[in-house]
């Protein structure tokens, strides 16, 4: 099960009544929280293979973070806390959702997985929507995860 978390950080010198015709000068960014098993594992098996650190740490949630301060992912523990979705860990976790990953680090992280000798679902390979290299691989409670090689958008 996967919950987001929205953080929004506003301009305070905004002007309160807000012109349709205006961009807002408000920056919203989500931050995935997906429920599992043990955090305490998998917040290590999440550092093992992208290199990120934990920010929060212990049982029953942990922020993980990049070297630039970004959050990458939150792992929460399933029946805790009282989210609604988050409540049956008998359910299969990751159902209709892909964790992917943008990144500069392909090849590294591609070489941790081996390192750890963890099974890879789906090899390095050109994908034809993105045209950039990503594989696939499930993360210790399921969730599907593919890593690509960085890109923007494109509309």
């Not at 990751?94 to 000798?117: P, S």
Request: glycine share 6%; with cysteine; hydrophobic share 35%.
């Amino acid at each position: 099960m996967i919950f987001f978390a929205v953080n929004e950080y506003k301009n305070v010198d905004r002007d309160p009544i807000f012109d349709e015709k205006q961009i807002p000068n408000t920056m919203t960014k989500v931050d995935p929280i997906i429920a599992v098993k043990n955090v305490e594992a998998s917040s290590k098996w999440y550092q093992s293979v992208f290199g990120c650190k934990s920010m929060h740490g212990g049982s029953e949630f942990d922020i993980l973070i990049t070297a630039d301060q970004e959050i990458l992912l939150c792992l929460h523990a399933w029946e805790q806390h009282g989210h609604p979705t988050m409540q049956n860990r008998e359910i299969t976790p990751g159902n209709g959702l892909i964790i992917y990953f943008r990144t500069h680090d392909l090849k590294t992280i591609r070489q941790n997985i081996d390192d750890l000798e963890l099974p890879v679902e789906e090899d390095v390979h050109l994908n034809p929507n993105s045209r950039r290299m990503e594989f696939s691989l499930r993360d210790p409670d399921g969730y599907y995860l593919t890593i690509s090689d960085y890109h923007e958008y494109e509309g």
